[in-house]
């Protein structure tokens, strides 16, 4: 393992240079003159192929670890050697024992039935109705004023996750990952094919949500820390949850053994997680921006393709094929107005339930598929004709021209 650059040279180069100029050395100790150079060590972390297994906020500490390192108190900082000084503090960070660590969180409904203990990405997930009095003690013992006063769940089911884990922050990156990935199976069936109304007083449109507080203790019940989603808002209630448990349930079940068995899991999983902490949210543009990048995604868009290639293969699960690209051109319209001159729709939450819709029955269709098809071919799949007379006719072109290609071999 060894940490590579993602940007271009020159762009390195550039880095590197501002970084010199700027370094001052006082007693041994490596600090950096004006404030442009405060926030830096985001810029080198976000500069470097990502280690899949160090989170964010430790590859971030890293970097600006390695930034403020003695060995460039007595030498000028080089491309090699920042890279260097990276990999051995990447090197020596997973090598680290990991520890044993408890998550206490809350999801927003009354106790659910026939949810008790789940085992998921090795983590133990244990759902009960109250917190151990000794646990919710310390918790409330250390709540700042901040967190105090925030709209609490109008219902509480408490989870317990116990897993391992190199530091605190990872402890909690791994923690919350594994808890989205199960509720976003639930939600999924939950809100699949759902609407609403537009109007009312705005919240978010997922009904089973997490916080608003997570507590981190170890293994003797210690508190390690305390986390707060930076937005936050209550659901209306649990209403649709209890109604489509049973059928929750039972999704999750078949969802979590295809995506187990497919070519890609790791990759289907984040797209489900993109989606339910998409919804989790109450600002419908960002919703509807989040939603159209998921879309983006599922449809396979590279960078540098039209935004056309998304709309034609999210419009191919639809039978009125021209009817939902005219919608979703429409709705490629105005994401391009919000992101480019930051003109707002007209009605963000009935353009975050079209482009739900759209998302969703993606969605599906990598399920249904994914057992018999590499994920990365999926996309493909998509670009083919809706047209079965269409399609029978391509089916017999190719099988001649494989029948030719045999019988001429050279």
């Not at 762009?11 to 405060?38: C, E, H, P, W």
């Not at 998409?278 to 509807?288: C, E, I, P, R, T």
């Not at 598929?369 to 998509?382: N, Y």
Request: charged residues 30%.
């Amino acid at each position: 393992m060894c940490a590579q650059w993602i940007i271009r040279d020159d762009n390195i180069t550039q880095i590197i240079v501002q970084l010199n100029r700027a370094k001052r050395v006082s007693k041994g100790k490596v600090r950096y003159d004006g404030q442009r150079f405060m926030f830096l060590d985001a810029i080198v972390a976000n500069a470097l192929h990502p280690e899949p297994r160090i989170v964010d906020a430790e590859r971030l500490r890293i970097a600006r670890e390695a930034l403020f390192s003695e060995k460039f108190a007595t030498s000028p900082i080089g491309k090699r050697s920042l890279l260097a000084e990276i990999t051995r503090r990447e090197k020596n960070y997973l090598i680290r024992s990991p520890q044993e660590y408890v998550l206490i969180t809350n999801i927003s409904s009354r106790p659910l039935p026939s949810l008790r203990r789940r085992s998921l990405q090795k983590c133990t997930l244990i759902f009960s109705p109250a917190i151990l009095p000794k646990l919710a003690n310390l918790r409330n013992e250390s709540l700042p004023d901040s967190l105090k006063n925030l709209e609490l769940p109008r219902y509480n089911h408490f989870l317990r996750l116990h897993l391992k884990a190199r530091t605190p922050q990872e402890a909690i990156h791994r923690g919350i990952d594994t808890i989205d990935y199960l509720r976003s199976l639930w939600c999924f069936s939950i809100n699949y094919q759902r609407y609403r109304f537009p109007g009312g007083d705005p919240g978010p449109f997922n009904d089973l949500i997490l916080g608003p507080v997570h507590s981190l203790h170890d293994s003797n019940g210690k508190l390690k820390g305390l986390w707060s989603p930076h937005m936050y808002k209550a659901p209306s209630g649990d209403y649709h949850v209890l109604r489509n448990w049973k059928r929750a349930l039972a999704f999750e079940r078949w969802a979590r053994k295809r995506i187990e068995k497919c070519s890609d899991p790791d990759w289907v999983i984040l797209q489900f997680k993109r989606y339910v902490t998409a919804l989790d949210s109450y600002d419908y543009d960002s919703v509807f921006l989040h939603l159209w990048s998921l879309l983006e995604s599922l449809t396979g868009t590279k960078p540098n393709e039209p935004h056309t290639v998304t709309v034609r293969r999210a419009a191919f699960p639809f039978t009125d094929n021209e009817f939902d690209m005219s919608i979703l051109n429409t709705l490629r319209s105005a994401r391009n107005r919000l992101v480019h001159r930051r003109e707002s729709p007209a009605d963000s939450e009935s353009l975050v339930f079209q482009t739900k819709a759209y998302v969703e029955e993606l969605l599906r269709i990598y399920l249904d598929l994914c057992m018999r098809w590499d994920v990365s071919e999926i996309p493909e799949l998509l670009d083919k004709p809706r047209n079965l007379n269409i399609l029978k006719k391509e089916i017999r072109q190719l099988r001649m021209v494989q029948k030719w290609l045999t019988l001429n071999r050279r």
